[in-house]
């Protein structure tokens, strides 16, 4: 399972960016997808996750500003980022919870694509 993202670049504050991200390969099923963020000498964390049903999950310091959606029969995610913040520099990464057959067990593996740099100056 092969997750690309797109999108990503320089922004000023208060501006807006839009991410992307498509999932391919094999797999039964696409649960879970999310956007995470890595910001330099900080831990990963969440952003924003959507579930398969369209139920939605946000970190407090995006809630109102960031909003997630996800195409399923595309299997693609996405993440536009408003009213952007310096705070929000940081590398984003797609991750996706799928379902695959191996050896004829079902069995859940989580993917994450290439991360993608978001720079937002003040």
């Known amino acids: 399972v092969q997750l690309q993202a797109s999108g990503g670049g320089l922004v000023q504050a208060g501006g807006s960016l839009g991410l992307s991200c498509a999932a391919s390969?094999?797999?039964?099923?696409?649960?879970?997808m999310g956007w995470y963020r890595q910001a330099p000498g900080k831990e990963r964390e969440m952003v924003a996750r959507?579930?398969?049903?369209?139920?939605?999950d946000y970190a407090d310091s995006v809630k109102g500003r960031f909003a997630i959606s996800r195409d399923n029969a595309e299997n693609t995610v996405s993440l536009r980022m408003n009213s952007l913040k310096p705070e929000d520099t940081a590398v984003y990464y797609c991750n996706a919870d799928v379902h695959r057959i191996l050896t004829g067990t079902l069995v859940g593996m989580t993917y994450w694509g290439k991360g993608t740099l978001v720079t937002v100056s003040s």
């Open positions: 390969g094999s797999f039964l099923r696409i649960n879970r």
């Open positions: 959507i579930t398969s049903g369209g139920s939605t």
